[in-house]
């Protein structure tokens, strides 16, 4: 790194940084203190401006950095990644979206509450919503440490500490100050920012290979050291069964784990209805897909324009693809070209985790307020006002924990991390939903179920995966205690959650469901979620 394309990437940061807090302190003049304006911006904004907030809350730097990287270092199976994380999104639209919308307030626990036995499933699903948003905030924090590690050259601890206490700082300020309105407002504005960002590089990339997408994939094949074994599965995941179970495993995390993402969820009770839900997931599918067709080419980009091997000796995950491939396309290290088209780059990419752990830090202080505190609590005051103290007090909270698992995550795989929350969304929110919203004789007890039986199985597995021990890349490199070969637990723990479900139903001893009080509850619920008759 130069001494200018710091200088400059620097003085994005802080341009992006002080468009921010300008958001969250207008926002903050706005708010009323009530819960639905902290929780939900006042149920005002329309589908085109939450399906861009959705959108940037959804693509994160694992994605702009991460996927891109995956695709220059192993080619086809990199692509995969981008199938995963996008066919997720029609699940969402197809079984989610609406009906979460008409049957809820704020958060996940609101649409079991609706006929299942308050204070246990909030716990439940409280517990599970903290530990997905705490997983996905590392996750940030470690990508945020490597970035700002690549522009300052400075690789040691002390700069990735320093990196992760200001990002979490920030957070803190405008969960706590801002709430959802300023949350949404600047996801929508670093939505903007990424899709145009992604669309220059791909511009760019085009036209060195002249438009030519066969040019592009001979080259990147060529550079790639792998022939055109690049270009054909099993590069990644053909070294065995279990590299393909690990496949399966990851590819069903991804496609089921988004619609279980509590901060996805709480997105859909920032419009007035259920129409609006469904509208903004149609305009955030569209603004998804477009990037990740983006990243396909950055990443097969990177290979050809770079070679492989550079990618994987920056970076040996290859998340310095997309920041390298910028300096290289602007005109090289020490052009004034390359020094913008890093630093802007760079400034995108930081802003993109600035404004996820905003969305994610919201919904989990949620969690903490609205149904953990108000289920343990005696001394709960039930008053509005109350609860959205209880809120930014969590978001303080829950900032200063992440902060502390990122400062001894620093180097561990953002990947792994990010996965590992998909799986656990996947297998502890998912089936509790569904079964809530179409199973008519689920109980209390099945919910709880769900909730657990997703949850500690795949806490556990991961433990005991290669993962955290037993080989060379291992967290914990030096012992093993693996039993679980596979990396990702979504294989094994996403069916059971919905075994325990089932398993939960059928032995309690509530009403079957099929007549008396449970049936009522199921078919008011269901009239609900299917008309928005008493939505909120």
């Known amino acids: 790194m130069t001494g200018n394309q710091q200088g400059l990437a620097l003085l994005l940061f802080g341009v992006f940084v002080a468009a921010t807090l300008a958001i969250t302190t207008w926002a903050g003049r706005r708010r009323h203190g009530s819960p639905e304006e902290f929780y939900a911006g006042g149920r005002l904004f329309s589908p085109m401006e939450n399906g861009f907030a959705i959108a940037g809350d959804y693509m994160s730097a694992a994605s702009f950095l991460g996927i891109s990287g995956i695709i220059a270092l192993f080619g086809y199976d990199g692509v995969l990644y981008c199938v995963g994380f996008f066919v997720a999104w029609l699940v969402v639209l197809l079984l989610v979206a609406e009906l979460v919308r008409n049957c809820g307030r704020f958060t996940l626990a609101d649409v079991l509450a609706a006929r299942m036995s308050e204070p246990p499933v909030r716990i439940a699903a409280g517990v599970s919503s903290v530990t997905v948003c705490v997983l996905y905030l590392v996750a940030q ?28 700082t920030l957070m803190v300020i405008f969960v706590a100050l801002g709430g959802m309105r300023a949350t949404t407002w600047i996801q929508i504005v670093k939505a903007v920012l990424l899709m145009a960002g992604a669309a220059t590089l791909t511009a760019l990339v085009l036209v060195r290979f002249h438009g030519d997408v066969d040019a592009l994939l ?5 550079h790639s050291g792998h022939g055109r074994d690049f270009l054909a599965p099993g590069l990644k995941y053909g070294g065995g069964w279990t590299a393909r179970l690990d496949f399966i495993s990851l590819g069903l995390a991804l496609v089921l784990g988004t619609a279980g993402l509590p901060h996805i969820l709480s997105r859909f009770y920032t419009v007035p209805t259920a129409r609006a839900a469904r509208r903004s997931v149609i305009w955030s599918i569209g603004l998804i897909g477009g990037f990740y067709l983006m990243t396909i080419v950055l990443g097969f980009g990177a290979a050809a324009v770079l070679g492989s091997d550079t990618v994987r000796t920056a970076n040996p995950a290859g998340n310095t693809a997309v920041p390298l491939l910028a300096l290289d396309l602007g005109g090289g290290a020490g052009s004034t070209g390359g020094t913008v088209l890093f630093a802007t780059v ?28 108000a289920s343990l609590s005696r001394r ?33 795989n953002v990947a792994f991390l990010v996965g590992l929350a998909f799986a656990v969304a996947a297998s502890a929110n998912l089936p509790v939903l569904l079964y809530s919203l179409f199973w008519r004789r689920f109980t209390t007890r099945g919910a709880v179920w769900a909730v657990y039986g997703g949850l500690l199985p795949a806490v556990v597995l991961v433990v005991l995966s290669p993962v955290v021990s037993g080989g060379p890349e291992a967290i ?9 070969p596979l990396d990702n637990p979504g294989l094994v723990s996403v069916p059971l959650g919905f075994l325990a479900g089932w398993l939960g139903t059928v032995t309690s001893s509530q009403a079957a469901g099929a007549t008396g009080a449970a049936a009522a509850k199921h078919a008011e619920m269901e009239v609900r979620a299917l008309t928005g008759a008493g939505a909120a």
Do not use: K, N
């Not at 996820?356 to 953990?372: K, M, Q, R, W």
């Not at 809120?391 to 990122?406: D, E, N």
């Not at 914990?476 to 679980?484: R, S, T």
């Open 380 to 412: 709960a005051t039930g008053t509005p006002r109350g609860e959205v103290a209880v809120a930014r007090i969590a978001a303080v909270g829950i900032g200063a924990v992440a902060i502390g698992l990122g400062l001894l995550a620093q180097d561990l």
């Open 476 to 484: 914990f490199p030096g012992v093993d205690f693996h039993v679980f």
């Open 218 to 222: 001979s080259a990147a094949a060529r």
């Open 141 to 168: 924090m470690v990508g945020a440490g490597s970035l700002i590690a690549l522009l300052i050259g400075e690789t040691g601890p002390r700069a990735r500490a320093w990196t992760v206490i200001g990002v979490g």
């Open 346 to 373: 760079a400034a995108v990419a930081f802003a993109t985790i600035l404004a996820v752990v905003a969305g994610i830090t919201l919904a989990s202080s949620a969690s903490v307020a609205h149904d953990l505190y």
